[in-house]
C-alpha cells in the first residue's frame, strides 16, 4: 500500500494521512545522471542533485529515519486543509516530496473532463494540484535524497538552506581584508549584495586552498580576461570599489573564465562541474 500524507503547518503541526491507494502516486524519476550539491552548479535536463547519508545530518525528518506505521496518523481534518505545509508520499523504498504553493491550490470552479464520460461541474473550495515529478524523493536503499532545486525544498528540511549559505558580514570583510584586494571610495560590506556574498564563499575557500605558486599565477590570469580591473603591480592589489569589479575578481579567483581551444573565444562559465 502506497500512502499520501500532508504536514501541516502553525500551532499543532502535525503529519496526517491523505490517502492510501495500491496504485503508484509518482512515476520514479530517473537518477542515472545525479551529482553531489553544489550551490553553483545548473542542472541541465534530467539531471539530479544529490545527498547522501542525509539521516545523518541535522535537518533529516523522522520519516526518513523511522518505520512508518499508518495506523498511527489520523486522516487529515477538513478544517485543516488551508494549514497545509507540503505533501509526503510512502511508496515501496522511497519518500517522495512536493512543497505546497499558492500556484498549486485552486480555490475555484472547475470543469471535469474524464475520458467517456459527461463533463462535470467541480465547485471545489480546497484542490491542491499533485505534480508529475516531486521535489525531491529520498531512496532508503541508498540513503540518500534527490532534488533539483535547494530551495523548493528548504521550508520541508528545515535547516539544509546551509548548503547554499552566503557569506556573513564577517567573511564579506575577511575577503575585502584579504592582501590582494584594495577596497577603494568606501566600499564596503554594505555595498556586496547576494550573488557576490555567495561567489565569496567559494572564493575564500578556492583561495585559501591555492598554493603560493598558484596565487603568484593569478594576476596574469585574470588580467587576461578583465584588462578593466585595475592592478597594481607594487602592492599586489586589485582595485575593488564597485559590485561589478567585485564580481570579475571573484569569477578570476573562481576561475570561472576560459578560452575555447577551437576558436579561442573567451567566455564566461554561469556553472561547472569537475571531470575525474
Same mark, same amino acid.
Given at each position: 500500500?502506497?500512502?499520501?500524507?500532508?504536514?501541516?503547518?502553525?500551532?499543532?503541526?502535525?503529519?496526517?494521512? !491523505? *490517502?492510501?491507494?495500491?496504485?503508484?502516486? =509518482?512515476? !520514479?524519476?530517473? *537518477?542515472?545522471?545525479?551529482?553531489?550539491?553544489?550551490?553553483?552548479?545548473?542542472?541541465?535536463?534530467?539531471?539530479?542533485?544529490? &545527498?547522501?547519508? *542525509?539521516?545523518?545530518?541535522?535537518?533529516?525528518?523522522?520519516?526518513?529515519?523511522?518505520? #512508518?506505521? /499508518?495506523? /498511527?496518523?489520523?486522516? &487529515?481534518?477538513?478544517?485543516?486543509?488551508?494549514? &497545509?505545509?507540503?505533501?509526503?508520499? @510512502?511508496?515501496?523504498?522511497? !519518500? #517522495?516530496?512536493?512543497?505546497?504553493?499558492r500556484s498549486k491550490i485552486l480555490q475555484k470552479r472547475?470543469?471535469?473532463?474524464?475520458?467517456?464520460?459527461?463533463?462535470? @461541474?467541480?465547485?471545489?473550495?480546497?484542490?491542491?494540484?499533485?505534480?508529475?515529478?516531486?521535489? %525531491?524523493?529520498? +531512496?532508503?536503499?541508498?540513503?540518500?535524497? =534527490?532534488?533539483?532545486?535547494?530551495?523548493?525544498?528548504?521550508?520541508?528540511?528545515?535547516?539544509?538552506?546551509?548548503? #547554499?549559505?552566503?557569506?556573513?558580514?564577517?567573511?564579506? $570583510?575577511?575577503?575585502? +581584508? &584579504?592582501?590582494?584586494?584594495? /577596497?577603494?571610495?568606501?566600499?564596503?560590506?554594505? $555595498?556586496?549584495?547576494? %550573488?557576490?556574498?555567495?561567489?565569496?564563499? /567559494?572564493?575564500?575557500?578556492? =583561495?585559501?586552498?591555492?598554493?603560493?605558486? $598558484?596565487?603568484?599565477?593569478?594576476?596574469?590570469?585574470?588580467?587576461?580576461?578583465?584588462?578593466?580591473?585595475?592592478?597594481? $603591480?607594487?602592492?599586489?592589489?586589485?582595485?575593488?570599489?564597485?559590485?561589478?569589479?567585485?564580481?570579475?575578481?571573484?569569477?578570476?579567483?573562481?576561475?570561472?573564465?576560459?578560452?575555447?581551444?577551437?576558436?579561442?573565444?573567451?567566455?564566461?562559465?554561469?556553472?561547472?562541474?569537475?571531470?575525474?
Open positions: 500500500m502506497n500512502y499520501l500524507m500532508a504536514k501541516t503547518q502553525g500551532r499543532g503541526a502535525a503529519d496526517f494521512l !491523505v *490517502i492510501s491507494q495500491e496504485e503508484d502516486f =509518482y512515476v !520514479v524519476p530517473t *537518477i542515472d545522471h545525479s551529482l553531489e550539491y553544489m550551490d553553483d552548479y545548473k542542472l541541465q535536463e534530467n539531471e539530479w542533485f544529490k &545527498l547522501p547519508d *542525509i539521516c545523518e545530518k541535522p535537518y533529516c525528518l523522522d520519516v526518513l529515519t523511522n518505520e #512508518f506505521d /499508518a495506523t /498511527a496518523h489520523s486522516n &487529515l481534518p477538513h478544517d485543516h486543509y488551508p494549514k &497545509l505545509g507540503y505533501l509526503y508520499v @510512502i511508496q515501496d523504498d522511497k !519518500v #517522495f516530496f512536493q512543497k505546497i504553493t472547475l470543469i471535469s473532463f474524464n475520458l467517456n464520460q459527461e463533463p462535470t @461541474i467541480l465547485n471545489s473550495e480546497y484542490v491542491v494540484v499533485l505534480n508529475s515529478e516531486p521535489d %525531491a524523493y529520498y +531512496n532508503m536503499a541508498d540513503r540518500t535524497l =534527490y532534488f533539483r532545486c535547494l530551495s523548493d525544498i528548504t521550508n520541508i528540511f528545515k535547516g539544509i538552506d546551509e548548503l #547554499f549559505r552566503e557569506a556573513t558580514n564577517q567573511e564579506t $570583510q575577511d575577503f575585502l +581584508n &584579504l592582501d590582494l584586494v584594495n /577596497a577603494a571610495n568606501d566600499f564596503g560590506v554594505d $555595498q556586496v549584495k547576494t %550573488a557576490n556574498r555567495r561567489r565569496i564563499k /567559494a572564493a575564500m575557500e578556492k =583561495y585559501n586552498g591555492f598554493s603560493d605558486e $598558484q596565487k603568484e599565477l593569478l594576476p596574469e590570469y585574470i588580467q587576461e580576461y578583465c584588462p578593466n580591473l585595475a592592478y597594481d $603591480q607594487n602592492t599586489k592589489q586589485y582595485t575593488v570599489s564597485t559590485e561589478d569589479e567585485l564580481t570579475n575578481l571573484l569569477n578570476g579567483i573562481n576561475q570561472r573564465f576560459y578560452t575555447t581551444s577551437i576558436d579561442g573565444e573567451k567566455r564566461l562559465a554561469n556553472s561547472v562541474t569537475s571531470i575525474q
